[in-house]
């Protein structure tokens, strides 16, 4: 399967004191917010292809195969 085109779920929650959080289970330290649901959507993608992006195991993939 492509990487780019793998499906993620997100759980979105109510902010006691305002706003809301984005969360994706399916990555570690994949969480954000936003002051409306649309916001946290937003960020969370953003959030989601920074994490995907700069993830350790990719890290070490690269490193493994001689790349920098």
Partial sequence: ?????????VI???DEGGGY???VR??????TQGD???EAI???RKQQSYTLKHS???KRRRLSEGEC
Avoid: G, K, Q
């Avoid at 399967?1 to 779920?9: A, C, G, L």
């Fill in 1 to 9: 399967m492509d990487r780019s085109m793998r499906e993620f779920s």
């Fill in 12 to 14: 979105t929650l109510e």
């Fill in 21 to 23: 959080v984005a969360i």
């Fill in 26 to 31: 399916e990555l570690p330290r994949c969480h």
């Fill in 36 to 38: 409306s649901l649309d």
């Fill in 42 to 44: 937003r960020n969370v």
């Fill in 56 to 58: 350790p195991r990719r």
